[in-house]
């Protein structure tokens, strides 16, 4: 076999499909492999660049071969969809792969160790448990609906609307017994994600730049955790705005002709971390517009009083982000001075 130089690989669970090309460019590898026969290729292999995309599994793949000797590249599958030539398969995949890989100007996804996943899965659970909390709540809020006990939004709400329910005897004993076995799913939900934020303070509490990031107006212990979590090397940005960009916080250009037009922000990035820090801000703007706090920046109040709330919100999340990126990277303190009113915020 001619010396390979670059590989492209499509992974899946069972079947690996591979692409390899020689220093002149021309293909010298096309295999479709199982497991066990990928692994034993790769421990064969001299070293070589090898292109994966990045999913679920990529970063697992990422660290074991380059326990091995390789340099394993993540491309995000967005970049590497433009050059697959024709149809969607696993071999045109990993074609384009190779072909992406070679690009001077390529983007790629820094392998996470185990524990950066280990603390990305702690993230991913207590959102999933957020999540099955408020589907329940909504459930047991429009059953009681139906038999005509209204109840006011808010997972708060939801206790009260089930001792009501339970003191009702107007109501179908069969209808009790399942409100309540409601009620108990619910404790259970409570008890599990109390857990899950005590993990996640414990983690905070160890981390000197997470507490940094806390001090930030509209950040806050989880905020910071996500920020410290869910971002790479923050080093790989040459700027604020770079990284305001990759968390979707900057609007998207339409530019013809000479002309620019700036639309929706782009939402790219980490969904979970982009709608924290907007949450956050969200807070934050809340209490400038009800004239709370001291120190109000002029640029806040001239924003509040020309652009609507969620416009503001979004604005003031972009900035935050950037200002979070310049404590990552210097290792200094935020030295605004946050009045009490955002500091309860924050945290």
Known sequence: MEEITRIGMDTSKNVFQLHGVDAAERPVLRKKLTRREMVRFFEKLPPTVIAIEACGSSHHWARFLGSLGHQVKLIAPQLAKPYVKRGKNDAADAEALCEAVSRPTMRFVPAKTAEQQAALMLVGVRERLIQKRTQLVNAIRGYGAEFGIPAATGACRVIPLLERI??????????????????????????????????????????????????????????????????????????????????????????????????????????LLRS????????????????????????????????????????????????????????????????PALTAVAA
């Open 166 to 271: 339970a003191a009702d005897e107007t109501i179908p004993e069969l209808a009790r017994e399942l409100f309540a076995l409601q009620g108990k799913e619910h404790a259970q939900l409570e008890r599990e994600i109390e857990r899950i934020d005590e993990k996640l303070m414990t983690w905070h509490r160890s981390d000197e730049c997470s507490q940094r990031l806390a001090q930030i107006p509209g950040v806050g212990p989880i905020g910071a955790t996500l920020l410290m979590m869910k971002t790479p090397d923050p080093h790989l940005f040459k700027s604020g705005r770079d990284f305001a960009a990759w968390m979707g916080l900057t609007p998207k250009n339409h530019s013809t002709a000479g002309k620019t037009r700036h639309g929706v922000i782009t939402r790219a990035g980490d969904e």
């Open 276 to 339: 924290t820090l907007v949450v956050g801000a969200t807070a934050v703007v809340q209490h400038a517009r009800n004239g709370r706090g001291r120190n109000l920046t002029p640029w806040l109040l001239g924003l509040i009083g020309r652009k609507p709330p969620k416009l503001v919100a979004v604005a003031v999340a972009n900035k935050v982000a950037r200002i979070a990126w310049k404590l990552m990277v210097s290792g200094e303190r935020y030295r605004g001075v946050a009045p």
